[in-house]
């Protein structure tokens, strides 16, 4: 049997992007979480995944939403990790965002944003796997750098390869 500590420090040295995903729940509050399991499913149609654990603070809000937002984020975008990935409230308070698809909270400046539907969702284990068809993204920043977790840390590029 795989002890799960040593499953995650094993998975740990596959480095990861770092995003946030946003939603609203029934209520119309606003929830984000920080999420590294995001991924391309196919280019057509356009479709993403991600996965949320179900003891997750904002669960309950993904296991039913409709819409989401994925923001890809930059080296320069720790704190925006850092306050997604902590079980609060508060997390959008103080920061300006805009309204997506189905009322989803969009945030500028990141480098990549991509507008979903949800397609599917798919028991995994501990977690909830969403696939979502994207319906509209931009492309913000061509040239940031990308936010990566590596060993349970946040990493950057030393050099993009040729």
């Known amino acids: 049997m795989i ?3 040593a499953f995650r420090q094993a998975l740990g040295h596959f480095a990861t992007g ?9 209520a119309g ?3 984000g979480v920080t999420a590294s399991s995001f991924n391309t499913v196919s280019l057509d149609p356009p479709l993403v995944l991600w996965s949320i654990g179900r003891k997750a603070f904002s669960y309950p809000a993904f296991a039913v939403a409709e819409h989401f937002a994925v923001h890809v984020l930059g080296d320069q975008q720790a704190g925006w990790s ?4 902590r079980a609060s409230e508060a997390k959008f308070e103080g920061l300006h965002y805009t309204e997506g698809l189905g009322g989803v909270p969009l945030f500028e400046g990141c480098p990549a944003r991509f507008e979903c539907c949800v397609e599917h969702r798919y028991e995994g284990g501990d977690h909830l796997i969403l696939v979502g068809r994207v319906h509209r993204m931009d492309v ?3 040239e940031a750098r990308p936010l990566l977790f590596h060993r349970g840390r946040y990493a950057g590029l030393s050099a993009l390869a040729e």
């Open 3 to 5: 002890e799960p500590n």
């Open 18 to 26: 770092v995003t946030v995903v946003t939603t609203r729940d029934v």
């Open 29 to 31: 509050e606003l929830i």
């Open 82 to 85: 850092n306050r997604f990935g």
């Open 140 to 142: 913000c920043d061509d």
